[in-house]
């Protein structure tokens, strides 16, 4: 998929990832969920390896006008993006009886431009459109990529939090005690936990699509679970592929749909064993990024007066803007 480019005895690479060193250390930190510690880089918490990545963006990424970049809060439905945008771009390519994503998971077909390691990692190699994901919040990415095309998908920041509690949970280090969820549940309020405050990166991407629909479609998880045929058409056409009436008439959505849904995806033995690697930066078992895929599972974990009080900050942080979430 990608080529290796060997930077690491570079004397400029060495020198950059140098500053950047320095940089890290002066910015403010605060506990991590998987980390020690995240810092604050221009209002957003990012743990050390994920904040170098995009330092190493800014110096080294190059991106096409015929890029397509899935971007979102950790935990709101990038899995399944990915399998409904590749899927739904590719729909010529592969038979529903014989399909890639029945041996490929989701993440590997998707590099996630977050965890790459810039001074070993070349994608000029891949085909057009390429195809690239990332939880960076908008004012985190750099200036080229606003050429190419971006889906974001967003989802209620309660069932985020229990979602990235649990996986989080899991992937926390040994060495660290145990984060419970109610400390997790306050770090996430006062938007401190990684790619946070959820409120602003949401809102980074809902004020870019208004200005610009045509480079940035906004999909919600809830929209997506409640009409996933309606969502695939959208997709389709604002890939520029639209959905034909032949399509429709052999039930080419309708497949997409059932290919990529939460029962299918996740009882493949390809997303049920082994590990997914990003980068050099994290190992993830699989079946992880499967749990229930549900609207409302933070029923079983947050209180009312933790519910009340994150609903109201989302009320708060989105008045006026013209984003609201049908909660349940
Ligand atoms: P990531 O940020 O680590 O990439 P992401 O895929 O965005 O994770 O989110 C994972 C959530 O999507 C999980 O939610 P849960 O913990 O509340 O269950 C996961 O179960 C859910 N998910 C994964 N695939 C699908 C799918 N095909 N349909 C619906 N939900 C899905």
Redo the contacts with the bound molecule.
Sequence with gaps: MSIAIGLEDDAEYKKICENHKHLIETLPKCNGWRTLHLHNYNGYWLSTKILKSNLLIHAYFKSQPTDIFLA?F???????LK?LVFSTLNRDRYTFSNHHLHNHSPHSIIPVIDAESYHITDFTNLSAPRLFST?YPLPLLPACMSCAKLVYVCRDPK?VL??KW??MSKLRSKDLPPLSFDEAFELFCVGASEYGPFWEHVLSYWRASLENPDKILFLKYEEM?KEPEMVVRKLAAFLGKAVTVEEEEKGVVREIVKL???EN??NLEVNKTGVEKFGKVLDVEKRD??????IG?WKNYLSDEMKERIDGITDEKFKGSGLTFTTV
Excluded: I, Y
């Design positions: 979102s950790m935990k709101s439905g990038t899995t399944w399998a939880h069932d229990v979602s649990l996986f679970k990529c849904s939460f995806l996740s990024f499967f749990r229930k895929g549900v599972d």
